[in-house]
């Protein structure tokens, strides 16, 4: 049975591997390819205005905003990872997150406005002062900003606004050049990005929190049994009751129960990965590159997306055979410590040596 789950890719784990918790880049690694999909689908394929007025009730059933949901909770356990392992942890951590803005900024500003990465940080930072806390109060912590976050209120505007700026958006994505895009994604991010963005601030902080408390809870030592029980629960009350929260934290547990160690190293190398998205993109559907927004059907950029992602699965696997680190997570983890890190794995040093 062990040599079937190596050879399926199927492995439990609940212990860490080589200093990593594996079973987390799995998670991430899946959360990952499901905003893929959305991010496809919805803000390149077409404008993110246009998509809101189509019918995609499986996309926002099963998958929009779920796997968002499951990349904050993965953030919150990785923050509580590297806090504990940190000898100045609130230092280290601020100078972690300030970097990730910065980051965040750059693409936000100059590729693409659906960046979630400033977003990340700012809740980052919020974070640090309960990355100490014991489970229980964290838990606590993060069902309060949770239950608040339903009554933060943002108001789209009007019906026929949106509709016209899903008209100029799908044009000028479309034809424009670089320099007409960056003006119109600047407005955009102003008028109407931002505000969305900080209105889901305290959801996503209070699910960032729920990571670090399931990770101050032992979650990588759980038994199978509490997996089967918040999968089943999370899944059925997800779909039962159309909530989105319970829906994530099912997929978690499921994933848990038969995590897919091949989506480790797309895991591990979530930033670069996300990065790698965002530049392919908008280079295929912009005007300064293919300019296809608008013109393929959900099913052929489903298709494309399912690719892309086996792609990079394969490239990650194949990169991380000889890095340890992913380029920009390298980067990130550089600037955070103020010196160049070590890229190569020991043994390709000494090879090359």
Same mark, same amino acid.
């Given at each position: 049975?062990?040599?079937?789950?190596?050879?399926?890719?199927? +492995? @439990?784990?609940?212990?860490?591997?080589?200093?990593?918790?594996?079973?987390?880049?799995?998670?991430?690694?899946?959360? *990952?390819?499901?905003? *893929?999909?959305?991010?496809?689908?919805?803000?390149?394929? %077409?404008?993110?205005?246009?998509?809101?007025?189509?019918?995609?009730?499986?996309?926002?059933?099963? @998958?929009?905003?779920?796997?968002?949901?499951?990349?904050?909770? !993965?953030?919150?356990?990785?923050?509580?990872?590297?806090?504990? &392992?940190?000898?100045?942890?609130?230092?280290?951590?601020?100078?972690?997150? +300030?970097?990730?803005?910065? /980051?965040?900024? %750059?693409?936000?500003?100059?590729?693409? $406005?659906?960046?979630?990465?400033? *977003?990340?940080?700012? !809740?980052?930072?919020?974070?640090?002062?309960?990355?100490?806390?014991?489970?229980?109060? +964290?838990?606590?912590?993060?069902?309060?900003?949770?239950?608040?976050?339903?009554?933060?209120?943002?108001?789209?505007?009007?019906?026929?606004?949106? &509709?016209?700026?899903?008209?100029?958006?799908?044009?000028?994505?479309?034809?424009?050049?670089?320099?007409?895009?960056?003006?119109?994604?600047?407005?955009?991010?102003?008028?109407?990005?931002?505000?969305?963005?900080?209105?889901?601030?305290?959801?996503?902080?209070?699910?960032?929190?729920?990571?670090?408390?399931?990770?101050?809870? =032992?979650?990588?030592?759980?038994?199978?049994?509490?997996?089967?029980?918040?999968?089943?629960?999370?899944? /059925?009350?997800?779909?039962?009751? $159309?909530?989105?929260?319970?829906?994530?934290?099912?997929?978690?547990?499921?994933?848990?129960?038969?995590?897919?160690?091949?989506?480790?190293?797309?895991?591990?190398?979530?930033?670069? $990965?996300?990065?790698?998205?965002?530049?392919?993109?908008?280079?295929?559907?912009?005007?300064?590159?293919?300019?296809?927004?608008?013109?393929?059907?959900?099913? *052929?950029?489903?298709?494309? =997306? %399912?690719?892309?992602?086996?792609?990079?699965?394969?490239?990650?696997?194949?990169?991380?055979?000889? /890095?340890?680190? =992913?380029? /920009?997570?390298?980067?990130?983890?550089?600037?955070?410590?103020?010196?160049?890190?070590?890229?190569?794995?020991?043994?390709?040093?000494?090879?090359?040596?």
């Amino acid at each position: 049975m062990r040599e079937l789950r190596r050879h399926l890719g199927l +492995l @439990i784990i609940q212990q860490p591997v080589k200093e990593r918790y594996l079973a987390l880049d799995v998670l991430r690694g899946v959360a *990952l390819f499901g905003v *893929l999909i959305i991010n496809l689908e919805g803000d390149f394929r %077409v404008s993110l205005w246009q998509y809101i007025f189509e019918s995609h009730e499986f996309l926002r059933r099963f @998958i929009e905003f779920k796997a968002i949901d499951l990349f904050s909770i !993965c953030f919150g356990i990785s923050a509580a990872l590297q806090a504990g &392992r940190a000898a100045s942890p609130v230092t280290l951590m601020a100078r972690r997150f +300030l970097v990730l803005a910065a /980051f965040g900024l %750059v693409h936000l500003v100059f590729i693409w $406005n659906g960046d979630i990465l400033t *977003l990340y940080a700012l !809740c980052g930072l919020l974070l640090i002062p309960f990355l100490r806390l014991h489970w229980i109060p +964290l838990t606590v912590a993060a069902m309060a900003v949770l239950a608040v976050s339903f009554y933060v209120p943002f108001h789209f505007p009007p019906e026929a606004v949106l &509709r016209a700026e899903a008209v100029d958006a799908t044009r000028i994505y479309a034809t424009g050049g670089y320099g007409q895009i960056f003006s119109f994604r600047w407005d955009e991010t102003r008028r109407f990005i931002a505000p969305l963005l900080l209105a889901t601030l305290p959801k996503v902080f209070g699910l960032m929190l729920t990571g670090v408390a399931l990770f101050r809870g =032992g979650l990588f030592s759980w038994p199978r049994r509490v997996f089967v029980v918040t999968a089943t629960i999370g899944i /059925f009350l997800g779909l039962g009751l $159309n909530q989105e929260i319970p829906l994530a934290l099912g997929y978690g547990s499921l994933i848990m129960l038969f995590p897919l160690s091949l989506l480790g190293a797309a895991g591990q190398m979530a930033l670069t $990965n996300y990065l790698v998205q965002s530049m392919v993109f908008s280079f295929i559907f912009y005007g300064y590159g293919l300019g296809l927004m608008g013109t393929l059907s959900t099913a *052929l950029v489903a298709a494309f =997306g %399912v690719s892309f992602y086996v792609l990079q699965i394969l490239l990650s696997r194949v990169w991380l055979t000889r /890095f340890e680190y =992913g380029p /920009f997570e390298w980067l990130w983890r550089s600037l955070t410590y103020g010196r160049r890190l070590p890229l190569r794995k020991k043994r390709y040093l000494a090879h090359a040596k």
